[in-house]
């Protein structure tokens, strides 16, 4: 389950786009959002699963991020 969660993260931030409206708006999660894309490209950089990365950053799916 971990796993699955862990790519649809991934697919879902190799999606994303430019996060200044977002930054505009709302910059504490822009914040988040940008450490977490951040901490997933290094992850996949290292050859890590992405979901110990995704446990690391202590994220729940109800966290809406």
Same mark, same amino acid.
């Given at each position: 389950?971990?796993?699955? =969660?862990a790519?649809?993260?991934?697919g879902?931030?190799?999606? /994303? *786009?430019d996060?200044s409206?977002? +930054?505009?708006?709302?910059?504490?999660h822009?914040d988040?959002l940008? =450490?977490?894309?951040?901490?997933?490209d290094a992850?996949?950089? /290292? *050859?890590r699963?992405a979901?110990? +990365?995704i446990?690391?950053?202590g994220?729940e799916?109800?966290?809406g991020v």
């Amino acid at each position: 389950m971990e796993h699955g =969660r862990a790519l649809l993260w991934t697919g879902l931030l190799d999606l /994303r *786009g430019d996060l200044s409206e977002v +930054t505009a708006r709302w910059p504490r999660h822009a914040d988040r959002l940008a =450490r977490i894309r951040r901490e997933l490209d290094a992850s996949a950089e /290292r *050859g890590r699963d992405a979901s110990e +990365t995704i446990g690391q950053l202590g994220i729940e799916p109800s966290d809406g991020v």
